[in-house]
C-alpha cells in the first residue's frame, strides 16, 4: 500500500534543515520501479501540479492493488531551490551559494560503472542487470558530498539509480511540450511523447554534461558497447526529462490531462493493471539535439517574439524583432536558418547579448552545435 518517506537534507544554517518527500505506491522493491519527479529546476512548477493529479489516481490505483511494480512520487525535488525568493521573484534554477545549475554535474558513473562490472558479467542478461544496479549503487554510497545542493543531487541519484523508468518534469520559459531523450530510447518513449503530444522530441548520446535523466540512462549504453559479447540492454533504465511547456503554463484540466497520459502510458508498459487505451498518433519525430537552431540576440534590448510555441517555421522566418530603444530604425529581425518547430523561446522583455531567444527542432545537425547543447 502507499506510503510517504520523509528525506532530510543535511541542515545548511543553524535552526534549519530541507528534507525531501517520496510517496511510494505498490510493493517496495517489486519491478518494474518507477522514479518521477518534478521541480528540480525549482522555478519550473507546472510538474507539481501533474504529479498532484498523478498521485490521486496512482493511489485509487494502488488500493485496488493495481499497480504491479513499485511507482516513486516526488512531488518537488528540490527543496533548496524553492526557498531561493530574491526580490519577489523564485529563482531556482541555479544555486544561489554558487553551487550551479541544480540540472546539471550528477555523478558521471559510464567510466567507474564500467571498471567495476567488467570482470563480474556474465552471459545472462538478469544477472547483469542486477550486478549493473548493485555496483552503481555501491558507487554513489562511496562518494561523499557536504555542500547541501551535492547531496540533494546525491541523494536523488542514489534514490532513482536502480529505476527502470525515470521521468523528470521540468518546462521552458514560453514552450510547446516537449521531450530530451537519449537516441537508443527514442522508440522505446515514442507511445509516451504521442501520449504527451510532445511537439519535439530532442535526443543526444550525450549532451555535453549530466543532467539527472542521462545520469540514469547513458551508462547503460556505455556498458553495451563496452562489453559487446555479454547481454546488457542498452535501455536498463528508460530515463527522459518532460518539458511541461512554459513556466506559467499551470493549469489544473491540462494537468489533469498529462497525468492521464502518464498513467495510460504506465499501464500500457504492465506497470499498472489493467488496458491503456491506444496511443494517438506522435505528433512528431525525433530529431537530434545537436540539430537545434539556438537564435542568440546578438545586442541587448526589448525581444518582441512573433511565433508562438508549438509552430512550425521555414528557413529564414522571422522569429521575432529586437527593439533597440536608444536607436530609432535599428531594430533587427531575428531568423532562423532551420526549417522545423518552434518548441520554445523567451519571454517578451529586455534580453541581453548573447540570451538564447529561440529554440527551433531542425532535422539535421548544425555543424556548430558542439560541446554542451544544453547550455547552462
Ligand atoms: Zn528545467
Redesign the pocket.
Known amino acids: 500500500m502507499a506510503h510517504t518517506e520523509r528525506i532530510a537534507l543535511p541542515s545548511p544554517t543553524p535552526g534549519t534543515e530541507r528534507h525531501l518527500v517520496v510517496h511510494r505506491f505498490g510493493a517496495p522493491g517489486a519491478r518494474p520501479k518507477v522514479w518521477l519527479q518534478a521541480a528540480?529546476?525549482a522555478d519550473?512548477l507546472p510538474g507539481i501540479l501533474v504529479l498532484r493529479h498523478l498521485t490521486e489516481r496512482l493511489a485509487r490505483a494502488d488500493r485496488d492493488g493495481r499497480i504491479a511494480g513499485e511507482i516513486a512520487v516526488v512531488p518537488f525535488a528540490n527543496p533548496i531551490g524553492l526557498a531561493q525568493h530574491v526580490g519577489g521573484y523564485l529563482v531556482g534554477?541555479y544555486a544561489l551559494d554558487g553551487a550551479g545549475n541544480f540540472?546539471r554535474a550528477f555523478l558521471e558513473l559510464r567510466a567507474p560503472l564500467a571498471d567495476a562490472v567488467k570482470d563480474r558479467l556474465t552471459g545472462d542478461a538478469n544477472d547483469n542487470v542486477a550486478l549493473i544496479r548493485s555496483a552503481a549503487a555501491h558507487l554513489l554510497e562511496r562518494r561523499r558530498a557536504l555542500d547541501e545542493s551535492e547531496v540533494l543531487k546525491l541523494t536523488l541519484q542514489r534514490h532513482a539509480i536502480d529505476a527502470d523508468i525515470a521521468l523528470d518534469l521540468?518546462?521552458?520559459d514560453q514552450a510547446a511540450l516537449h521531450l530530451y531523450v537519449v537516441p537508443q530510447q527514442a522508440s522505446a518513449l515514442h507511445d509516451l511523447a504521442a501520449r504527451l503530444g510532445a511537439t519535439a522530441v530532442l535526443t543526444a548520446a550525450d549532451s555535453g554534461d549530466v543532467p539527472f535523466d542521462e545520469c540514469l540512462s547513458r551508462p547503460w549504453r556505455h556498458l553495451a558497447e563496452a562489453y559487446p559479447d555479454k547481454p546488457i540492454p542498452s535501455d536498463g533504465c528508460l530515463a527522459a526529462?518532460i518539458?511541461l511547456r512554459g513556466k506559467t503554463d499551470i493549469d489544473d484540466s491540462t494537468a489533469a490531462r498529462d497525468a492521464g497520459a502518464l498513467f495510460d502510458w504506465l499501464q500500457s508498459r504492465g506497470i499498472i493493471a489493467g488496458t491503456a487505451p491506444p496511443a494517438p498518433a506522435a505528433l512528431c519525430e525525433p530529431t537530434p539535439l545537436d540539430g537545434v537552431d539556438v537564435v542568440k540576440a546578438p545586442h541587448g534590448g526589448l525581444w518582441v517574439p512573433a511565433v508562438a510555441p508549438g509552430h512550425r517555421v521555414a528557413v529564414g522566418d522571422t522569429l521575432g524583432t529586437l527593439i533597440s530603444p536608444a536607436h530609432q530604425g535599428s531594430d533587427v529581425a531575428l531568423r532562423t536558418r532551420v526549417a522545423g518547430v518552434l518548441f520554445a523561446r523567451s519571454s517578451p522583455g529586455l534580453v541581453r547579448p548573447g540570451d538564447r531567444v529561440a529554440k527551433i527542432a531542425g532535422a539535421e545537425p548544425l555543424p556548430d552545435r558542439t560541446g554542451n547543447l544544453l547550455g547552462d
Open positions: 528540480l529546476h519550473e534554477r540540472n521540468h518546462c521552458d526529462t518539458e
